[in-house]
Every structure is written in C-alpha cells, then in structure tokens.
C-alpha cells in the first residue's frame, strides 16, 4: 500500500512538471539529479558542450554554447 501511494506521488510530480516542459522550445531534454550533491541537471543536447557557465544569483548555473542555451544547473535542487 506505502509503494503505491509512492508510486502515486511521483506520477503526479511527473505530470505536473510534464505541461511546464513541454512549453520549452528545445527538441531534447536529459535530466540527472545527484542526491548526495542535491544538484539537478538539465541538458538540451549530448554532449552538452558548453563553452561558457553563467551563475545566476539564486543557485542557478546557465551553460551556453555561443549564443544557445545547452543546459541549466540547478544547486539546492531538492528545496526549490
């Protein structure tokens, strides 16, 4: 019964963030999340490539390639 409730719990924080994704103009989404690092990666092609890293003021890291957005970096991911 707790595994299904489990279960349950993720499927709907899955298709909440589904619509959110979905409204991104990227063809491509990899996600990794590191637990112990409690950091989120978020890479819009592979290899990702990124030539420059913007930090953000909130714990956010931006990895571009010129002018294109190829991955966000999300620190702190668990309490956002």
């Known amino acids: 019964m707790a595994m299904q409730s489990v279960?349950?719990?993720m499927i709907d924080s899955c298709l909440g963030l589904s619509s959110e994704l979905a409204r991104l103009s990227v063809k491509h989404i990899w996600v990794d999340y590191d637990k112990e690092a409690d950091v989120l990666?978020?890479?819009f092609r592979r290899p990702q490539r990124a030539k420059k890293t913007v930090e953000m003021d909130d714990d956010v890291l931006?990895?571009?390639d010129d002018d294109k957005i190829v991955g966000i970096t999300i620190l702190n991911a668990s309490s956002r």
């Open 7 to 9: 279960n349950k719990e």
């Open 62 to 64: 931006i990895r571009t």
């Open 41 to 43: 990666y978020l890479s």
